[in-house]
């Protein structure tokens, strides 16, 4: 039973530049969220997705987007890239129906110089 | 909007210590609590998950309380060992859900030393 996995694990970008991070949740998921974790920091929420909609958002900018497929998989898209962007990027995924908890990927490293 | 915050930030233990790591949070009618172990630049692994109705959660040689009216919850690790090392991450979600958005605090690094 694979669980959650992303992609790609590091990427270095420069200022202004647009980024793409991939993940696909754990089997039997439908739920996909998005964190990002600067150093030294718990993750904050970036938004989520449900039904191939955003359901809930954190307090980030309209650079940050994403999109959910229909297998439920999904992208988290960062354009006009900032230095202050270079963090890991989290995916965690869960059931919309239950109380388990979610689950985390490892993370996609990504440096902005 | 509920704030979460860990104190210590850090910690440094010699191994087969018992030790306490401690979480507060402001809003007490929280859903659930959850522990997570991060090891450095990987993602979290869930720990324990105390749900609002409980007192407390065990696993192994954790143990995790919670205390709803006095906006607190504690990871307590018997008989440290090296493997331990780690940040440990509490988190609660926003709302009736565990899919709900984490609000997390910003963790305890912790050092075990053989």
């Known amino acids: 039973d694979a669980g959650v996995t992303q992609s790609p694990t590091h990427l270095i970008k420069t200022r202004g530049q647009q980024v793409t991070l991939r993940c696909s949740p754990k089997?039997?998921?439908?739920?996909v969220s998005w964190y990002q974790q600067a150093l030294g920091q718990g993750p904050q929420f970036i938004f989520q997705?449900?039904?191939?909609?955003?359901?809930q958002r954190g307090n980030f900018p309209d650079r940050f987007s994403g999109h959910q497929f229909p297998n439920y998989s999904s992208e988290l898209n960062v354009n006009a890239l900032l230095l202050g962007d270079s963090a890991l990027y989290l995916c965690?995924?869960?059931?919309?129906?239950?109380?388990?908890?979610?689950?985390f990927g490892p993370g996609t490293r990504l440096l902005v110089l | 909007k509920q704030e979460v915050t860990q104190i210590p930030a850090a910690l440094s233990v010699p191994e087969g210590e018992n030790l306490v790591l401690n979480c507060s949070f402001t809003?007490?009618?929280?859903?659930?609590l959850q522990w997570f172990r991060q090891d450095p630049g990987k993602g979290l692994t869930s720990l324990l998950l105390?749900?609002?109705?409980?007192r407390e959660q065990t696993s192994g040689r954790l143990n995790a309380s919670l205390d709803k009216s006095s906006g607190r919850s504690t990871l307590y690790i018997a008989a440290s060992q090296p493997g331990d090392s780690a940040t440990y991450l509490c988190?609660?979600?926003?709302?009736?859900?565990?899919?709900?958005?984490?609000?997390f605090g910003t963790g305890t690094r912790l050092a075990v030393r053989p």
């Open positions: 965690a995924s869960n059931l919309a129906v239950g109380v388990e908890t979610q689950y």
């Open positions: 089997s039997g998921h439908d739920t």
């Open positions: 997705y449900y039904e191939e909609e955003e359901r």
């Open positions: 809003d007490s009618a929280i859903y659930n």
């Open positions: 105390i749900q609002s109705s409980q």
């Open positions: 988190a609660s979600p926003r709302g009736k859900s565990s899919g709900d958005k984490l609000t």
